[in-house]
Every structure is written in C-alpha cells, then in structure tokens.
C-alpha cells in the first residue's frame, strides 16, 4: 500500500468528522505531531503523526500545486 503525501497548507479529508459536522482539515504544523484546524469551526488539534496517518483519507487540496516554480501563487 502507498504512503500518503501530505505537506503544509494542504487540506485534507479525515476518516471521522470533527463535532462540527466537517472532516476538511488543514495542516497547519508539521513534526512529530501534527497540528491541524478544522476548516469549518477553525479549531486546531495536534495529534501525533502515526495517529494523523491512520485518520488520513485523502488529500483534497495540495499547497504545492497551487504554486509555481517561482513561489507565486497561481
């Protein structure tokens, strides 16, 4: 099975819902722990990164695609 690419900025979809009723989050902290915020309510959560990678869905939106080569946003 391959891993899941995640980076910063991206937004991403959770197995479970956060009690708001989304499960759309966005990085916000990359380590040993990841800190999220969920894009409804705009709560922020850090969780360890084997618990994050559990969890992890799919990535909805990448930060890196929405850049180009020169770092300008598209």
Do not use: Y
């Not at 966005?26 to 360890?48: A, F, Q």
Request: proline share 4%.
């Amino acid at each position: 099975m391959e891993r899941k690419t995640f980076g910063l900025g991206d937004i991403v979809q959770m197995k479970k819902p956060h009690p708001c009723g989304t499960n759309e989050m966005e990085i916000i902290r990359m380590g040993m722990d990841i800190r999220i915020k969920c894009v409804g309510c705009k709560h922020s959560v850090l969780i360890p990164r084997a618990k994050f990678e559990k969890n992890l869905k799919k990535v909805l939106r990448s930060s890196a695609s929405d850049t180009d080569q020169s770092g300008s946003i598209v």
